[in-house]
Nanobody, 124 residues
Framework: QVRLVESGGGLVQAGGSLRLSCTASGTISSINIMGWHRQTPGKEREPVAT???????????TYADSVKGRCTISKDRASKTVSLELDGVNPVDAGVCYCLICAMLSGGGWGDCWGQGAQATVSS
């Protein structure tokens, strides 16, 4: 079983920085993708930033167009943690942020990929 624990988000001042982190635990043999998605009312969950891990590489990072240039995603493979920082936030950046860590279980198969979500609110 895989458990994902999210932290961060909360209330952020407009123009400030939003920070999120997520740690996976359990009988994990490998991780092939880590990242963050956002969902706003009436809309589908959409990716913000992801790191796709491939054998023999340091991973491929992808950012949504709306956050390019002001967003940084990072990982710590030893601790199985993915973090995100979004600078220069504005109200349109608000929403529920979901951690994504897709992990292969030691006994085979995949664990649940999604965290429970963290609310991010932007105020002036």
């Amino acid at each position: 079983q895989v458990r994902l624990v999210e932290s961060g988000g909360g209330l952020v001042q407009a123009g400030g920085s939003l920070r999120l982190s997520c740690t996976a635990s359990g009988t994990i043999s490998s991780i092939n993708i880590m990242g963050w998605h956002r969902q706003t009312p009436g809309k589908e969950r959409e990716p913000v930033a992801t790191i796709s891990h491939m054998v023999g590489t340091d991973g491929i990072t992808t950012y949504a167009d709306s956050v390019k240039g002001r967003c940084t995603i990072s990982k710590d493979r030893a601790s199985k943690t993915v973090s995100l920082e979004l600078d220069g936030v504005n109200p349109v950046d608000a929403g529920v942020c979901y951690c994504l860590i897709c992990a292969m279980l030691s006994g085979g198969g995949w664990g649940d990929c999604w965290g429970q979500g963290a609310q991010a609110t932007v105020s002036s």
